[in-house]
């Protein structure tokens, strides 16, 4: 159990019988971006929408999934990894708005650099909205630096491709790199 500013959690293991677990944190995570101007209307049956659910079942049958659970063994975190280019790559992190500004997200982080150097790297990738005060600056403050797009290997770029043709303000999707 970790505690973190008033809220304990258990970071575990994501099993890939919880999907719908990881499906509602996100959504609800989302919830803050149309505020923003950023309006997510892609449904579930989506190509976009399969294919990231895809990657999180594939995290979890891999162990790369972490799952943040309060005290009542609610989920109100998680964080999914893949491998892009050879190196690890954060897929995703989302933390339920009433759990957020606790330090779930740093747990999170924190236990995907882990991961990373687990894995032999010494850096960890991630691909995010440049523009957005929860997202750059929140992953700049964590030692992640903005990496221009020809600095990335195929596979990221691939990545950020596939975001910018389905997701809303692609000229923001930006790619970062943490040196572990």
């Given at each position: 159990m970790q505690e973190s500013q008033n809220l304990a959690v258990e970071l575990r293991l994501a099993r890939t019988d919880e999907l719908e677990v990881l499906q509602s944190i996100d959504d609800d995570a989302s919830g803050l971006y149309p505020a923003h101007g950023i309006v997510l209307d892609l449904d579930r049956n989506h190509p976009f929408c399969q294919a990231e659910r895809a990657r999180w079942s594939r995290a979890a049958e891999l162990g790369r999934a972490f799952l943040a659970l309060d005290a009542a063994a609610r989920g109100v975190g998680f964080a999914t990894l893949d491998l892009l280019d050879g190196v690890p790559y954060l897929d995703q992190l989302s933390v339920r708005q009433s759990a957020m500004r606790r330090g779930?997200?740093?747990?999170?982080?924190?236990?995907?650099?882990?991961?990373?150097?687990?894995?032999?790297?010494?850096?960890?990738?991630?691909?995010?909205?440049?523009?957005?005060?929860?997202?750059?600056?929140?992953?700049?403050?964590?030692?992640?630096?903005?990496?221009?797009e020809a600095a990335c290997g195929p596979g990221l770029r691939h990545h950020l491709a596939e975001q910018r043709r389905h997701l809303p303000d692609p000229d923001q999707r930006v790619a970062m790199r943490r040196r572990l």
């Open positions: 779930i997200g740093r747990a999170l982080l924190s236990r995907a650099a882990e991961w990373a150097r687990a894995a032999g790297s010494s850096e960890l990738w991630l691909t995010t909205y440049g523009h957005l005060p929860f997202n750059r600056p929140y992953y700049e403050r964590h030692g992640y630096e903005l990496v221009h």
